[in-house]
């Protein structure tokens, strides 16, 4: 069956980096959309970025823009999300997410469009 698992998130000082990471297996990797979530209690999972099939194309939310950079292995099957210059609003659990793209990269915003989730992975970001 399909299993996207997630790693690399854990506690950092404000101002620090994190690289996550989210191995896939059981799918054709290089056929889904990518995207990773961040969620806090009582909000709404929210995109904090995401990335096409070939890693061609990027997407970011104006609140990572510039410190979060996502990357995708199609042979290691895996993508990745660096963080960098980490604030404490940037707590929250993160997901990865895959999503069939049969053609272009849209829909990649919305949490309804993606096929499968990871069970996700805790940044603690402190000051």
Same mark, same amino acid.
């Given at each position: 069956?399909?299993?996207?698992?997630?790693?690399? @998130?854990?506690?950092v $000082?404000?101002? %620090?980096?994190? &690289?996550?990471?989210? !191995? #896939?297996?059981?799918?054709?990797?290089? =056929?889904y959309?990518m @995207?990773?979530?961040? $969620?806090?209690? %009582?909000?709404? &999972?929210?995109?904090? !970025? #995401?990335?096409s099939?070939?890693?061609? =194309?990027?997407?970011?939310?104006?609140?990572?823009?510039?410190?979060?950079?996502?990357?995708r292995?199609? !042979?290691?099957?895996t993508?990745?999300?660096?963080?960098?210059?980490?604030?404490?609003?940037?707590?929250?659990?993160?997901?990865?997410?895959g999503?069939?793209?049969?053609?272009?990269?849209?829909?990649?915003?919305?949490?309804?469009?993606?096929?499968?989730?990871?069970?996700?992975?805790?940044?603690?970001?402190?000051?």
């Amino acid at each position: 069956q399909v299993q996207l698992v997630e790693s690399g @998130g854990g506690l950092v $000082q404000v101002g %620090g980096s994190l &690289r996550l990471s989210c !191995a #896939a297996s059981g799918l054709t990797f290089s =056929s889904y959309a990518m @995207g990773w979530f961040r $969620q806090t209690p %009582g909000k709404e &999972r929210a995109i904090v !970025a #995401a990335i096409s099939r070939n890693g061609g =194309s990027t997407y970011y939310p104006d609140s990572v823009k510039g410190r979060f950079t996502i990357s995708r292995d199609n !042979a290691k099957n895996t993508v990745y999300l660096q963080m960098n210059s980490l604030k404490p609003e940037d707590t929250a659990l993160y997901y990865c997410a895959g999503k069939y793209v049969a053609a272009g990269y849209s829909g990649v915003v919305q949490t309804q469009n993606y096929n499968y989730w990871g069970q996700g992975t805790q940044v603690t970001v402190s000051s």
